[in-house]
């Protein structure tokens, strides 16, 4: 069994007006030293896999297919193994 | 010429485009609900407003995988006219027939309310009896409608022509103002290369009548039924 950390964000050239909001509100909060904020997403998927590198192959085609949009979004993700 | 209206579970305008084909149109339609799998015996297909399958993911995201996209896929490869309002223009992006993506609005919140939108191609099914460069009165519901395509994709679009709508002043001047989402070059709405699928975030089908405020948005059904010709 693995589990699988996946994040997505807003690629780098999208402007993100969620996580330039939330900046703005951390200055105002005194916290003057946030150069970037941007806002993205997390999931966690568990998958009944023995195989470590099927189970990233997978989970690469799931975020290609589904869980994240090329136009717009880059993602990254973490496999580890789960001791039942 | 009989128009499909497809039905996601979370879709919400198709009773408005009923509306129109049946009361003000008096043209031939059906709905098509998204687990159908044939889009046999329609003419031209409208993907309508809402948030299908409540817009979990992303907007359009799994209403792309209905099992009826296929056979709408197949139908916009053959030519077959394709329109797309708001979500359904979300979903025709997912999907793959249309280039770039919508994204959340730039001020964060749901835009409810008329815009005026310049027509910038008459050489689409849908707009060839409009006027070139006539500015359309319709409205715009929605929050996530800011059109996004990467620099490339943008050159693309602008090279073949596949801009069709720019949002503008009523007078048809393109500035940051009459912008009310923060979309790219004032992007309102766009075609396929084949020019037989667009996209819109603007709706058509509540401009359909004086009653409502305008009748602009007919033009675009008008355009299609005007170069339909017999079988």
Not at chain 1, 26 to 38: K, Y
Not at chain 2, 7 to 27: K, M, N, R
Not at chain 2, 34 to 60: M, N, Q, W
Not at chain 2, 85 to 97: D, H, K, Y
């Amino acid at each position: 069994m693995f589990e699988a950390e996946i994040h997505v964000t807003l690629k780098k050239s999208v402007l993100d007006p969620q996580g330039d909001t939330v900046k703005g509100a951390l200055a105002t909060l005194g916290f003057q030293g946030v150069t970037d904020c941007r806002i993205g997403k997390f999931m966690v998927l568990r998958l009944a896999e023995q195989d470590p590198a099927r189970a990233k192959t997978q989970v690469d085609e799931m975020c290609r297919k589904l869980l994240a949009n090329p136009v717009i979004e880059d993602y990254v993700f973490r496999i580890t193994e789960v001791v039942e | 010429m009989k128009w499909g209206v497809l039905i996601f579970p979370g879709t919400w305008s198709h009773q408005d485009f009923a509306h129109v084909f049946q009361d003000v149109l008096e043209v031939e339609w059906g709905y098509l609900w998204h687990k159908e799998t044939s889009v046999a015996g329609y003419d031209c297909l409208i993907l309508p407003g809402g948030f299908a399958h409540g817009d979990y993911l992303r907007c359009g995201a799994i209403a792309r995988f209905s099992p009826i996209m296929d056979a709408v896929v197949r139908f916009a490869r053959e030519g077959g006219p394709v329109m797309g309002s708001c979500n359904g223009f979300q979903i025709l992006c997912e999907a793959g027939l249309l280039p770039g993506a919508l994204l959340r609005n730039d001020s964060l919140q749901y835009r409810c309310r008329w815009v005026h939108i310049r027509t910038e191609r008459c050489d689409t099914p849908f707009t060839r009896t409009v006027p070139p460069g006539q500015v359309l009165k319709i409205p715009i519901s929605h929050g996530e409608g800011r059109y996004y395509a990467s620099p490339e994709t943008l050159a693309g679009l602008r090279s073949n022509g596949q801009i069709v709508f720019r949002y503008g002043t009523p007078d048809g001047q393109i500035t940051d103002e009459a912008n009310p989402n923060g979309s790219l070059e004032n992007i309102a709405g766009i075609c396929n290369e084949g020019r037989n699928v667009l996209g819109l975030m603007p709706h058509p089908e509540r401009a359909s009548e004086t009653l409502l405020g305008s009748e602009d948005g007919r033009l675009l059904f008008e355009g299609l039924l005007a170069g339909a010709l017999p079988r």
